[in-house]
């Protein structure tokens, strides 16, 4: 069996679900019978593959090989950062005693030392890639004052890092930085574990991670950097509208952290939904284009999309669900609307639904099929976001 991308699905559940249809692959380039096609070049060795170095040994070079390698591991860079500078303020902020308070222990509190010399770790790994000019010194303003807001937030932070890179990998000319930066990126899915435990929120929720396009990681991380440097290098990718929800669930709004070793498996039921249970509407408002954003407000948000805002567009998982627009209203510096929150499963024969985890939400005038290897096609249909929306 394989993926054939682009399909649309309709039912009257998921009207403008795009995404994945699986079906018995009966054409393409490779013939799939079982059997090999064509001569193995060295013993135990099948033909094919990329940088496989099957028939001129050359040592590996570990640095970007065009603009689009060079963008795409700069904006990690920015995104590493600031990850590293996040767990660091935590650290400076925050005392054994106030980890306690809020139901964590001294080993999350020493655990998240660990995350932050990791975060340390991957910024060296992508200075080393980049050369001399890989250089990001920047100020940030990150929204949490207490150890619930900072579970909150970088549960968000490290998930939309992790979702950006998952989105260019596999774009990369460069298959050596691709092989070292998959190495950095699977560390980060376990972070994310580890905070969606200390929320106390079920740590492991999709049966997949999802992946979204280089524009819309920069619109989340731009929101939090205050300036930069002369020598920090600026950024090619789009920023988009500001898009908020105003009924976001919150973890750890009611009550008390879980940690690494409590019950994370247990979530608070009137705090995180569970989709498909019931019908729930999510309420947004957006920005309108043309708002100075980012390093020294030297950004401006801008849209390409030629329509009207008609669709939520739910990336979550391997899949694009698209719900349309209901309520909306402009203002005079934006505008705001709502939406149904899907409630289909993934697959017709699983029981894990289409929205777990971290989902990013987004606006936009049509809704497109696209999937995660095309996903950058989506950036001509944004006119707002992306939000995060937690669910469990």
């Known amino acids: ?7 649309v699905t309709s039912s009257a559940l998921n009207p403008h679900g795009t995404g994945f249809l699986l ?3 009966t054409s393409g380039s490779y013939n799939a019978t079982g059997n090999l096609t064509s001569p193995q070049p060295l013993p135990f060795t099948p033909a094919g593959g990329l940088g496989t170095n099957t028939t001129n040994v050359t040592a590996p070079v570990y640095h970007p090989f065009s603009d689009y390698d060079y963008e795409s591991l700069l904006l990690s860079l920015y995104q590493q950062q600031a990850e590293q500078k996040a ?6 902020l925050f005392t054994v005693a106030d980890f306690e308070q809020v139901g964590l222990s001294s080993i999350d509190f020493d655990l998240v030392q660990f995350l932050a010399d990791q975060e340390s770790g991957h910024t060296q790994l992508l200075q080393s890639i980049l050369g001399p000019s890989g250089i990001v010194e920047c100020d940030y303003a990150f929204p949490f004052t207490n150890v619930s807001g900072f579970v909150t937030f970088l549960d968000k932070l490290t998930s939309w890092g992790e979702a950006t890179v998952n989105g260019f990998l596999e774009h990369l000319d460069s ?20 905070l969606r435990a200390f929320e106390g929120l079920f740590p492991t929720p999709a049966l997949f991670q999802t992946a979204i396009s280089q524009s819309l990681g920069w619109s989340l991380l731009s929101r939090y950097i205050t300036g930069c440097s ?44 569970l989709p498909g249970t019931e019908n729930t509407t999510i309420n947004f408002t957006a920005d309108f284009p043309g708002n100075a954003v980012g390093p020294n407000r030297t950004y401006t948000t801008s849209s390409h999309a030629l329509g009207q805002p008609r669709f939520a567009a739910w990336i979550s998982q391997i899949n694009v669900t698209y719900t349309e627009l209901i309520n909306f209203s402009n203002s005079s510096t934006g505008w705001t609307a ?12 699983s029981r894990t639904p289409l929205i777990s985890g971290s989902v990013y939400v987004v606006i936009t005038d049509t809704d497109q099929p696209v999937t995660p290897f095309d996903i950058s096609i989506l950036n001509d249909h944004i006119i707002a976001g992306p939000a995060v929306f937690v669910s469990n």
């Not at 298959?175 to 580890?194: C, F, G, K, M």
Request: a positive charge; charged letters at 5%; proline letters at 10%.
């Open 338 to 349: 709502s939406a149904s929150l899907p409630s289909v499963a993934l697959f017709p024969t």
């Open 23 to 25: 079906i018995n692959a």
């Open 1 to 7: 069996m394989c993926q054939t991308a682009g399909n």
């Open 87 to 92: 767990f660091r303020q935590i650290l400076q």
């Open 175 to 194: 298959r050596p930085a691709a092989q070292l930066l998959l190495l950095s990126v699977t560390a980060e899915a376990r972070q994310n574990v580890i």
């Open 230 to 273: 002369q020598l920090t290098p600026r950024l090619v990718w789009q920023n988009f509208p500001t898009l908020n929800i105003t009924n976001a669930p919150n973890a750890t709004s009611n009550w008390t952290l879980a940690g690494i070793t409590g019950n994370f498996t247990t979530p608070n039921p009137s705090s995180i939904p």
